[in-house]
């Protein structure tokens, strides 16, 4: 059984202040979730994003990982990724 999809007062809920919409052309833009509707979910989100450099409706939502990174270095830890092995 499939769960029910996310409201972003639920993604606030657990500390999230924004989530980041990509589009299949490569764009990428941040969205603040405190300026969407409570009830609203990642998938309605999804489907009716319009991309402001092709115009296409519709796009991925996902984490933004720029803002947790950046939680996660202001602790001490790096999001550096590691040398490779020769």
């Known amino acids: 059984m499939r769960r ?22 490569g764009h990428y833009a941040t969205v603040t979730l405190a300026d969407l509707p409570p ?3 990642r998938t309605c989100l999804g489907q009716n994003a319009c991309c402001a450099k092709c115009g296409k409706r519709g796009a ?16 001490g830890w790096s999001c550096e990724p590691w040398p490779a092995r020769s």
């Open 60 to 75: 991925q939502v996902m984490r933004d990982m720029k803002a947790h990174n950046a939680g996660l270095e202001a602790t």
């Open 39 to 41: 009830r609203l979910t």
């Open 4 to 25: 029910p999809d996310r409201t972003f007062a639920d993604w606030i809920a657990e500390g999230l202040t924004t989530m980041a919409l990509h589009c299949s052309c």
